[in-house]
């Protein structure tokens, strides 16, 4: 029940109870001054008879009874506004779609506790009675006078808020006599660094939590994977002239739903770096573009360093962008490595290959060490910044002599993509509108997809799969361990879902998940197994179903004939 509970007490919820208390505070000690046979109005304190006189506001010599029903009433209204205030946080904070029914039921709860005392003073009478105009008459006095009190109120201690920020800043933090400053704050870094503890390292991070307000709220559409598909598909003829094999368009958008990391292989020219920009401005999102380059030796390339110089931490654009992730966390977030191969994905991108094998809540990257006293920024901790779930990293890759081959330790825990058709134009039929998807959203289709039995990849798929898995073990000696297999679990359902097949889905794992590990072998029995393996193909799916790989293992004989 506490950890329930808890979860609906986030900053913005303290905050907020604090305000209501406070203002109900008030409301209640005004009443005092309200009424008329109260001796606290008419001695000493005639500011608020004043006020009411000016303003033409009766006096209510309230009665035992009236105080009764009136305090009941604050308290039906404090607890209704609490709980209603505290769900709306809760359900905007977690992007949740609120409902015409949430402010009808808010709206309903307000009047019923309003007139909760009104009708128990109508047990008597059905008619108005004194009491009943007289209970109404003083709440809407205190009310109004709560108000106005609020109005030459909120300046006052606005004011006595500047003169104490003025003082604490400019004048007590200055010595009297002698030196120019207090003593600071002195810390000392691993690297022998003295700094203040007030001093910032991290600029850059620093602004992004200044300048951030409120993450935008996302109408979600209602969809379907494969209407999104379709309409994906339409958005970059009509908006970019850009004409895509639907099947490259579903297995762009199930790879999400197998991996953090996506590789987009092929040509220069054939749209790869298009297809993740677009896909992000068709859902109202914009990527993240990292150029990488030739010279990127370690994580210091994408994540920055600790100037000794200037003693601040030299944040790169990439790093920027993942901790402004944190700030909107149901927003997708796609970080494009430009031109990956150009420099060996090894050196640069190592932490985060590791990192993203874990579970979600250990996705953690260490920037730097930092002492316990120091202030950091507000989503960094002892300078660690943790990768939001919603962040998805897409890497295009070239193939041509300036680039570096990418190792089996990449390729199998990436989801990878070929471009090598050209695109022809189409008949554009459907919608093809851009689209409102949070990361939520998304995360929902998918389980929903992984979760219909029809689209599963179930145990006579993979008896029929397991045939020419195991020959190509045999023969070849490539086997796979159980992340390639957790992998074709997620995407089969998930491009079923998108409009596929089961047996195209099993095409693209198999062609670049595992037959890819026969490239540059030129042994005698290559061609044989090559042979022998098309020709199993064929008789366990058919002639002309798994067609990427039909291309691959031709384009392989030809290497090794």
Known sequence: MVKKLKKYFSKETVIFVAIILLFYILWGTV???CDKNNSLTNSGHPIYAVIMNLFHIPFTNAYAATWVQFLVFMFLIFVTTLVFGIVLIYLLKNHQKITWKYYVSLGGSFLISCFVPILLSFARSFTFSEASIQYVTFTGTTFLMTLITLVFLVPVLLFIYFIIYVLKKYVFTKKVFGDTSLESNKITLDNGDIIDA???IFVGLKNIDNNFTSELFIQDNELTLKEIADRFRNYLAVKHELYFDIKIIRAFIGAFSASRLIILEGLSGTGKSSLPRYFSEFINEEAFFAPVQATW?????????YNDFSKTFKETDFLCRLYNATYSPNHLNIMVLDELNLSRIEYYFADFISILEYPSEEWKITLMHLP?????PEHLTNGVLKINENTFFVGT???DDSTYLITDKVYDRAMVLDFEDRNEPFEVIGGSDSISLSYTRLMELFKEAQENKEY?????DYEKFRKICDFTYETFDITFGNRIMNQIKDFVPTFVSLGGTKEEALDIMFSKKILRKVEGRYEDYIYNGLSKLLNLINKTYGKGVFTLTERAITNLLKKVK
Not at 372 to 376: A, D, G, K, L, S
Not at 456 to 460: A, D, I
């Open 397 to 399: 890759a070239n193939k």
């Open 31 to 33: 009443s005092l001054f």
């Open 372 to 376: 316990q006293n120091y202030v950091e």
């Open 297 to 305: 030796r370690d994580r210091t390339n994408l994540l920055g360093y």
């Open 456 to 460: 599963q990849f179930n145990k006579e």
């Open 198 to 200: 007030n001093e910032e």
